[in-house]
């Protein structure tokens, strides 16, 4: 049994993209991240599980390889994969939306997309600005059931949350925000899109997203606009998960609050486009 594991796992890894195969397939502990928020994502690729009165939200489907580690850490947690009434995603790439028609299959979750990503989404990234013709970027499509606008809130059991539009990274990339209660505080949570200028992403002279620039400028101002006091993102690395989680103890500040390393992330993704915006400018010039 654990050598047929392994052969599948081999097999899964030998299909995601090089740079991925080392963490979107590693396991990484399902844990409690604060209030009804919790981790069932890999070492590589983010997945929260809102849970709620009247059924559970997933944000991500990752990788197809995904979902069954998914299910499991759900299950680790204690709640029922099957209670996913809602699947919601940062954004239109293999590694974060993937999994998505095996999991609407499974569990007859509500597909909701924001406007900009769903094209990419329903043609099983065929549409794709950057990665249409990258093959092993491609994966099942699957009928989105709500199209979202920039501002729409998903609500269930009582939990609201907000949609904000921050394109660039792709067309229709979302940072998902929503309120918690927390030791009698209310606190606000961002888990965000993605700011990041892939690499081979132009930025200058973009024929296939001729507002690639612009859409950037927006996210950015978005993003520092937001009021942030957990910080989670669509990967565990945007805000040292790694780090953070071992120190999760009972008694203990929970070290995902942390409103400060928010600010300095975005900080530091802002001057990274806007070095890759100059050196494709200086490129640019006659």
Not at 10 to 38: C, D, K, R, S
Not at 155 to 169: M, N, R
Request: glycine share 10%; aromatic share 10%.
């Amino acid at each position: 049994m654990l050598r047929s594991f392994a052969l599948g796992l081999i097999g899964l890894l030998a299909a995601v993209p090089a740079h991925a195969a080392n963490e979107y397939l590693v396991p990484f502990p399902a844990h409690h991240v604060i209030a009804n928020i919790y981790y069932v994502g890999s070492k590589g690729q983010a997945n929260y599980l809102i849970t709620t009165s009247k059924g559970n939200i997933l944000i991500n489907s990752g990788l197809e390889g995904n979902v069954p580690m998914i299910k499991d850490s759900i299950a680790k947690l204690g709640f029922k994969y099957s209670d996913t009434k809602v699947l919601l995603i940062s954004h239109a790439h293999f590694d974060h939306d993937a999994g998505s028609a095996q999991v609407v299959k499974d569990t007859g979750a509500t597909y909701e997309v924001m406007d900009a990503d769903v094209p990419t989404v329903e043609s099983g990234g065929k549409l794709d600005f950057q990665y249409n013709n990258v093959p092993e970027y491609l994966y099942p499509p699957v009928k989105v059931a709500r199209v979202l606008k920039d501002g729409d809130t998903v609500s269930l059991g009582g939990t609201v949350l907000t949609a904000h539009e921050t394109p660039g990274h792709t067309r229709g990339c979302t940072t998902w925000t929503l309120k918690v209660q927390d030791g009698g505080k209310t606190l606000d949570v961002a888990i965000v899109g993605s700011p990041n200028v892939n690499p081979g992403y132009v930025l200058v002279g973009n024929k296939t997203y001729p507002q690639i620039v612009q859409d950037y400028e927006q996210t950015f101002k978005v993003l520092k606009a937001l009021p942030v006091d957990v910080f989670l993102g669509a990967h565990g690395d945007y805000y040292g998960m790694d780090a953070k989680y071992p120190k999760l103890k009972d008694g203990a500040a929970n070290p995902f609050i942390d409103p400060a390393g928010y600010k300095a992330y975005i900080t530091n993704r802002e001057a990274a486009y806007r070095k890759e915006l100059a050196r494709q400018q200086a490129a640019a010039k006659p």
